[in-house]
C-alpha cells in the first residue's frame, strides 16, 4: 500500500518502491493469536528490557530480508517506531535504558539497509501513550503537538541517514498490543490536522526528511473519510504547501475491502 511514485531526497523524479520490514521480527513469536500490524515488542523483550539473544537472530534475520528486498528492487524499507526510538525526562529508569537499547539496535539495522541501498522510513501512529506521557502531556493538543515537535527533532539529529517517518493519524492499536507503549486517536477534525501539519512539516523541513502522511483511517470522527471524501481532504491540505510531505492513499475508496472502483482522490 506504500508503493508510489514520490520525489526522493537524491534523484528528484525517481519513484520510491518501499517494503515493510517488520518480517523479521516475528520469527520466535509463538502465540496463536498475533497482531500483523506492529512489531510485537514485548515479545522481543525478557523483564521489560530487550532481549540481547532475540535482537541478535533478529539482525540475522533482517540482513538476508534487505539483501532479498534489494535484488527484487525495493529502494526503501519501513520499520516500527518512533515511540521506542525517543527518549523523554518523564520516562522511569526502566524505559530509558528500554530505549538506549533499542536505539543502538535499530542503528545497527539502519546501517544493514544502507548497505543495501535501501532508505529507512519509520513509523508512528499520533499519538502514542504510557502513564508517564500521560501524566505529562494528557490530552492537551498543544502540548501532545509540542512533545512531538521535539520528539522528531531528537529523533532525526540520533538517526541522520533515515529518510522520514510514516504518520498513522486514523488508526491505533488493537487491544491485543501489548508493551510500553499504546496509541490513541487524537486528530478529529480537519483542523486539528492542520494544526498538525502547521507545527510538524518545519521539523521535516529543516531536517531535510521526509513526511508520509497516510490518508488512511477506520472512519472515526469528522477525519474518517479522508481516504476518499475530497471536501475532507481540501479541508485538510488545501494550501498546504511543502517539498518534505507525501500523501500516502489507497488505490481503493476505502480500506479492508478488495475490487472497489479507484480512489478518484489520487487525481
Known amino acids: 500500500g506504500l508503493c508510489s511514485p514520490a520525489m526522493n531526497s537524491s534523484t528528484p ?22 497482531n500483523w500490524s506492529k512489531i510485537p515488542f514485548a515479545d522481543l523483550e525478557v523483564d521489560g528490557q530487550p532481549d540481547p539473544a532475540r535482537l541478535a537472530r533478529i539482525e540475522d534475520e533482517f540482513t538476508r530480508f534487505v539483501d532479498r528486498a534489494a535484488a527484487y528492487g525495493f529502494n526503501a524499507i519501513t520499520l ?29 539495522l539502519f546501517a544493514r539497509a544502507a548497505q543495501h541501498g ?13 502513564q508517564a506521557l500521560d501524566r505529562e502531556l494528557g490530552r492537551d493538543p498543544a502540548r501532545i503537538r509540542d512533545f512531538l515537535v521535539q520528539a522528531l527533532g531528537q ?9 522520514g517517518v510514516i504518520t498513522r493519524i486514523g488508526e491505533t492499536d488493537g487491544l491485543d498490543v501489548r508493551g510500553s507503549f499504546r496509541s490513541e486517536l487524537v486528530i478529529r477534525h480537519p483542523r486539528e490536522a492542520r494544526r498538525y501539519l502547521r507545527d510538524l512539516l518545519p521539523v521535516f523541513e529543516a531536517h531535510q526528511r521526509w513526511w508520509i502522511f497516510r490518508t488512511w483511517s477506520v472512519g472515526a470522527y469528522r477525519m474518517g473519510d479522508l481516504i476518499w471524501n475530497a ?18 492513499m489507497k488505490y481503493g475508496e476505502s480500506d479492508f475491502f478488495r475490487y472497489l472502483p479507484v480512489n478518484p482522490q489520487l487525481f
Open 118 to 130: 535501501l532508505r529507512v522510513l519509520i513509523t508512528t501512529d499520533l499519538m502514542f501513550f504510557n
Open 231 to 248: 471536501d475532507t481532504l481540501h479541508a485538510t491540505f488545501a494550501g498546504v504547501r511543502s517539498e518534505r510531505l507525501i500523501l500516502s
Open 155 to 163: 529523533f532525526f539529529t540520533r538517526f541522520p541517514t533515515v529518510a
Open 80 to 108: 516500527d517506531d518512533l515511540a521506542h526510538l525517543v527518549d523523554h525526562p518523564c520516562y522511569a529508569d526502566g524505559l530509558r535504558r528500554k530505549i538506549a537499547a533499542y536505539q543502538a539496535f535499530y542503528a545497527r
Open 13 to 34: 523524479g525517481a519513484p520510491w518502491y518501499i517494503v515493510d520490514g517488520i518480517a523479521p521480527f516475528f520469527r520466535d513469536v509463538t502465540r496463536t493469536r498475533i
